[in-house]
T-cell receptor, first 110, second 114 residues
Framework: AQRVTQPEKLLSVFKGAPVELKCNYS??????LFWYVQYSRQRLQLLLR??SRESIKGFTADLNKGETSFHLKKPFAQEEDSAMYYC????????????FGQGTILTVHP | EPEVTQTPSHQVTQMGQEVILRCVPI?????FYWYRQILGQKVEFLVS????????KSEIFDDQFSVERPDGSNFTLKIRSTKLEDSAMYFC????????????FGPGTRLTVT
């Protein structure tokens, strides 16, 4: 069964500081990994996905198959980055089925 | 920009009653999903739907649950006899055809079973 672990429920940084939100997964095949974000009073929306290899709003995430990780990073956090971040996995025959982690609440202080 | 819509935003019902949660997916999307999030817990997959049939369902999606696309626009989740533990936020999502496409989420319906 596929599983996603986000070890930090809460993460606080100051504006301009680097930020890293951790995500580890367990899956035996070749999964696709996503980061979804939910800003205050807004809906869940895609931030980035591994297959696109994009950088969105300054965030990047590298898939490390050896460590089964997909950590989300940003070199200089902004106050508007404060939100709930969810790591998710979609894999193999479970087409379209997203398995989410518990989420990490990121707070960026001025 | 087109969005997934859900109604109602909040539904309160008594245990044992039937509820229908409604969703209007984005019009050219072909895959539809329901997820739920019990307060303080993770977002959990319930069911995916394509070509008028269920593609996959989780162990949560038992006989009490059903989904339907009654017309060309709505996608509904029915819970036949609600239990207290069904209280949660229910999210509808839709996506274009193809693997690993972005799922577009609705704002959610908060279901409270008393």
């Amino acid at each position: 069964a596929q599983r996603v672990t986000q070890p930090e429920k809460l993460l606080s940084v100051f504006k301009g500081a680097p930020v890293e939100l951790k995500c580890n997964y367990s899956y035996s095949g070749s999964p696709e990994l996503f980061w979804y974000v939910q800003y205050s009073r807004q809906r869940l929306q895609l931030l980035l996905r591994h297959i696109s290899r994009e950088s969105i709003k300054g965030f990047t995430a590298d898939l490390n198959k050896g460590e089964t990780s997909f950590h989300l990073k940003k070199p200089f956090a902004q106050e508007e980055d404060s939100a709930m971040y969810y790591c998710a996995i979609e894999g193999g025959t479970s087409y379209g089925k997203l398995t989410f982690g518990q989420g990490t609440i990121l707070t960026v202080h001025p | 920009e087109p969005e997934v819509t859900q109604t109602p935003s909040h539904q309160v019902t008594q245990m044992g009653q039937e509820v229908i949660l409604r969703c209007v997916p984005i019009s050219n999307h072909l895959y539809f999903y329901w997820y739920r999030q019990i307060l303080g817990q993770k977002v959990e997959f319930l069911v995916s739907f394509y070509n008028n049939e269920i593609s996959e369902k989780s162990e949560i999606f038992d006989d009490q649950f059903s989904v339907e696309r009654p017309d060309g626009s709505n996608f509904t989740l029915k819970i036949r006899s609600t239990k207290l533990e069904d209280s949660a936020m229910y999210f509808c999502a839709s996506s274009p055809p193809g693997p690993y496409y972005e799922q577009y989420f609705g704002p959610g319906t908060r279901l409270t079973v008393t």
